[in-house]
Structures are given as C-alpha cells and as structure tokens.
Nanobody
Framework: QGQLVESGGGLVQAGGSLRLSCAASGRTFRDYTMGWFRQAPGKERDFVGIIGSDGTTQYTDSVKGRFTISRDNAKNTVYLQMNSLKPEDTAVYYC?????????????????WGQGTQVTVSS
C-alpha cells in the first residue's frame, strides 16, 4: 500500500525557518514526483511545489526563493525547507504522490496523502 507521514511543523515567528519531512513507509516512491500542498482554514488546498524523481523542482510564485524541496531516496523521505516565513504561510502542509499526468499543480493529480502538519507563523 504505502503511506506518507509529515512532521516538523510548529509555531515560528515571522522571518524564521522550519524544515518539514515527509516519510514514506510500506513502499518506495523514488520513481514518482512528490508534491507539497498547504491548506489554510476555510481555503482550498493549494500547490506549494513538487520534486521529480530526477530531483528537478517547481514552486508556486509566492514561495520561490524562500522554500526548497529536496528528497533522500535512501531514506524514502522528501523535505520542505522553509525560510523567511511569513504569517500568510500559516497552514496545514501536506505531501502526496503524483499519480496522474499533467502539470502537478492540482491536488486531484495526487494520492497517498499524509495527515498533514500544522505550520503557524506569528507576526
């Protein structure tokens, strides 16, 4: 089957940093593109960024230059390094496996969603 578990969230002041982890178990996803999404209260789940099986990355404009996605296939883990955090980054952050063709910016293209980890940025 396989499942994903996110961790690393927390409360941080604006300008601070956090590193989120997304650990896979039950199977390997090293040949898949992995995505990060976030969902603020009352809003839709929004695309943050993706990393391909070859390590290429793509980000939404609002996090470019601040967030970095990486993966360690030996550990079956994907990371989201978040720097210069802003209050508007506050959300539950999710990782998932891209299982459908397309750009990868739509949540409907993904499966194996984790439970999410809360990130709160105070001003």
């Amino acid at each position: 089957q396989g499942q994903l578990v996110e961790s690393g969230g927390g409360l941080v002041q604006a300008g601070g940093s956090l590193r989120l982890s997304c650990a896979a178990s039950g199977r390997t996803f090293r040949d898949y593109t992995m995505g990060w999404f976030r969902q603020a209260p009352g809003k839709e789940r929004d695309f943050v960024g993706i990393i391909g099986s070859d390590g290429t990355t793509q980000y939404t404009d609002s996090v470019k230059g601040r967030f970095t996605i990486s993966r360690d296939n030996a550990k079956n883990t994907v990371y989201l390094q978040m720097n210069s955090l802003k209050p508007e980054d506050t959300a539950v952050y999710y990782c998932a496996v891209k299982v459908a063709p397309g750009s990868g910016i739509r949540a409907t293209q993904y499966a194996y969603w984790g439970q999410g980890t809360q990130v709160t940025v105070s001003s």
